[in-house]
């Protein structure tokens, strides 16, 4: 079952980004990586945001990360919502990828439990007619790596 309902808009693969969202189908998460200045950076962009350099990889990263900040809504945005109200929107700062945020939701947190610094662990969920989108649980003390690294 799916954090959000069917009906909503399914992320469609870029140019830049197909190879993101071609990992989560394997339910492992990528990050675009500079090998000129060794940063990590999302979303996608043909060049280093930093260096300019386009020397670039994918690399695996863990998946764990700790909520940045987060809202919760209260109000069907899309009409494929309705009903299903209050639901959060959070950004998860990635532990092993510098400064790398991604939005996304945390499935299994109540409105109530959910926090800023919250330890998460990616999860790979189903969205409508498109491919698996990286969403996160909540990381228990004894949690290993959250994807499988090559």
């Not at 994918?58 to 909520?67: E, N």
Request: hydrophobic share 35%; aromatic share 8%; glycine share 6%.
């Amino acid at each position: 079952m799916s954090y959000l309902p069917g009906g909503l808009p399914s992320p469609h693969a870029t140019l830049d980004d197909a190879p993101f969202w071609q990992a989560c189908e394997h339910q492992r998460l990528v990050i675009r990586h500079c090998e000129a200045c060794q940063q990590f950076f999302h979303p996608p962009l043909p060049f280093c945001q930093k260096c300019g350099s386009s020397d670039l990889t994918w690399k695996p990263v863990s998946g764990h990360g700790t909520v940045y900040t987060y809202t919760i809504g209260h109000y069907a945005v899309h009409p494929s919502l309705k009903g299903h109200a209050p639901y959060n929107v959070s950004v998860v700062l990635l532990d092993d990828a510098d400064d790398v945020r991604l939005v996304s939701n945390v499935v299994d947190a109540e409105p109530p439990t959910l926090r800023i610094g919250l330890p998460v662990s990616v999860c790979f969920e189903a969205s409508g007619e498109g491919p698996l989108v990286p969403r996160f649980r909540v990381r228990t003390a004894n949690a290993t790596n959250a994807t499988e690294t090559p």
